[in-house]
């Protein structure tokens, strides 16, 4: 949906889908009709908005039209093997997979300069631009570390462990002052890390946003105790300690409801989408994060157990930040 407008994007899904899968319908709900339709050679994995442009990405490229009518083809950019459709659009530039696994292109708008970012080694599973477009979240198929670059350099910020095991990232969300980053995964559990930006806490002080004093992971919280993210103590601070004791941790986490979810049934349309456009076998979405504000999360799954939950970020007595479950509800049949 763009923003606030009354324009979304349609795709075809689902068992009986209204529209194929390899059409974008941008409907104006105002009129209740569609404005724009595009349409393609294989199934489209995911559409942005902006009032400018409309990017859709398929499994192996990025295409960028005119939002306008009709619309008008701006560019289009051939990405590695991309099944979960990764690509993020702000205001100024565009970031999607590159020819590489594990790389990341950066496209700004105005002069179309491409800047290209080595993010991980192997293939990439989540990605996510912050509200304001200086920030850039990573990550990969491995799931362990979340990787900050700044998007005006491309210099990594942070690199931030989501835990030693690893996991399918779901969701990266960063809150509207760009101050925390929120991470789901299949282990169902719901990580919120406090996010480094190139502009420092001068310009969130100077927006009026709310952060903790020692932003990205000090080793003192505002109560001058050991802050959370760095989880080992004393343990992260002697030398020759492997690396996993001196990561910077979430400073707070709360297990979400994942729900149980069969695989797609052979011939089911999901099954031909994953088939069609050489994708494995998917559920459907899980823990897809969404920020109301810098202390309220929702976190909303599909399927047969479709819900969305809201978590609260809030302080403790002790000056440390703590997640909260405030409430849940399933919108899909009865709770």
Same mark, same amino acid.
């Given at each position: 949906?763009?923003?606030?407008?009354?324009?979304?994007?349609?795709?075809?899904?689902?068992?009986?889908?209204?529209?194929?899968?390899?059409?974008?319908?941008?409907?104006?709900?105002?009129?209740?009709?569609?404005?724009?339709?595009?349409?393609?050679?294989?199934?489209?994995?995911?559409?942005?908005?902006?009032?400018?442009?409309?990017?859709?990405?398929?499994?192996?490229?990025?295409?960028?039209?005119?939002?306008?009518?009709?619309?008008?083809?701006?560019?289009?950019?051939?990405?590695?093997?991309?099944?979960?459709?990764?690509?993020?659009?702000?205001?100024?530039?565009?970031?999607?997979?590159?020819?590489?696994?594990?790389?990341?292109?950066?496209?700004?708008?105005? +002069? $179309?300069?491409?800047?290209? =970012?080595? &993010?991980? !080694?192997?293939?990439? @599973?989540?990605? *996510? /631009?912050?509200?304001?477009?200086?920030?850039?979240?990573?990550?990969?198929? +491995? $799931?362990?570390?979340?990787? =900050?670059? &700044?998007? !005006?350099?491309?210099? @990594?910020?942070? *690199? /931030?462990?989501?835990?030693?095991?690893?996991?399918?990232?779901?969701?990266?969300?960063?809150?509207?002052?760009?101050?925390?980053?929120?991470?789901?995964?299949?282990?169902?559990?719901?990580?919120?890390?406090?996010?480094?930006?190139?502009?420092?806490?001068?310009?969130?002080?100077?927006?009026?946003?709310?952060?903790?004093?020692?932003?990205?992971?000090?080793?003192?919280?505002?109560?001058?105790?050991?802050?959370?993210?760095?989880?080992?103590?004393?343990?992260?601070?002697?030398?020759?300690?492997?690396?996993?004791?001196?990561?910077?941790?979430?400073?707070?986490?709360?297990?979400?409801?994942?729900?149980?979810?069969?695989?797609?049934?052979?011939?089911?349309?999901?099954?031909?989408?994953?088939?069609?456009?050489?994708?494995?076998?998917?559920?459907?979405?899980?823990?897809?994060?969404?920020?109301?504000?810098?202390?309220?999360?929702?976190?909303?799954?599909?399927?047969?157990?479709?819900?969305?939950?809201?978590?609260?970020?809030?302080?403790?007595?002790?000056?440390?930040?703590?997640?909260?479950?405030?409430?849940?509800?399933?919108?899909?049949?009865?709770?």
């Amino acid at each position: 949906m763009l923003g606030k407008a009354n324009y979304m994007a349609l795709i075809g899904g689902g068992k009986q889908p209204k529209f194929p899968q390899n059409k974008v319908v941008i409907w104006d709900d105002h009129k209740a009709k569609a404005a724009i339709t595009l349409e393609f050679r294989t199934p489209v994995l995911r559409v942005k908005l902006s009032r400018t442009r409309i990017v859709v990405a398929l499994y192996n490229s990025i295409h960028v039209y005119s939002f306008a009518s009709p619309p008008e083809k701006i560019s289009v950019y051939e990405t590695a093997d991309n099944p979960w459709g990764l690509c993020c659009l702000g205001t100024h530039i565009l970031a999607f997979p590159g020819t590489t696994h594990g790389q990341i292109k950066l496209v700004e708008h105005a +002069k $179309g300069n491409v800047s290209i =970012i080595p &993010a991980h !080694s192997t293939p990439l @599973r989540a990605i *996510e /631009l912050s509200p304001d477009g200086e920030v850039l979240a990573t990550a990969s198929e +491995k $799931g362990t570390l979340i990787r =900050i670059y &700044a998007t !005006s350099n491309c210099a @990594r910020m942070a *690199e /931030l462990r989501r835990g030693v095991d690893p996991a399918k990232i779901f969701s990266l969300g960063i809150s509207p002052a760009s101050t925390f980053l929120a991470v789901t995964s299949d282990k169902s559990t719901l990580h919120v890390f406090d996010l480094p930006h190139p502009f420092g806490p001068a310009s969130r002080e100077a927006t009026g946003s709310k952060r903790p004093s020692n932003p990205g992971g000090g080793s003192k919280a505002a109560n001058g105790e050991e802050n959370p993210s760095q989880k080992w103590g004393i343990l992260g601070r002697m030398p020759l300690m492997p690396r996993v004791f001196s990561d910077v941790y979430s400073i707070s986490s709360i297990p979400f409801a994942m729900g149980e979810e069969p695989l797609p049934r052979p011939g089911s349309t999901a099954s031909f989408s994953a088939i069609a456009s050489g994708m494995p076998n998917i559920q459907p979405p899980k823990g897809v994060i969404g920020w109301t504000d810098e202390e309220t999360i929702i976190i909303v799954g599909a399927g047969y157990d479709g819900r969305w939950e809201k978590f609260n970020l809030l302080i403790a007595e002790d000056g440390n930040r703590i997640l909260r479950r405030d409430g849940w509800k399933r919108y899909l049949g009865s709770n």
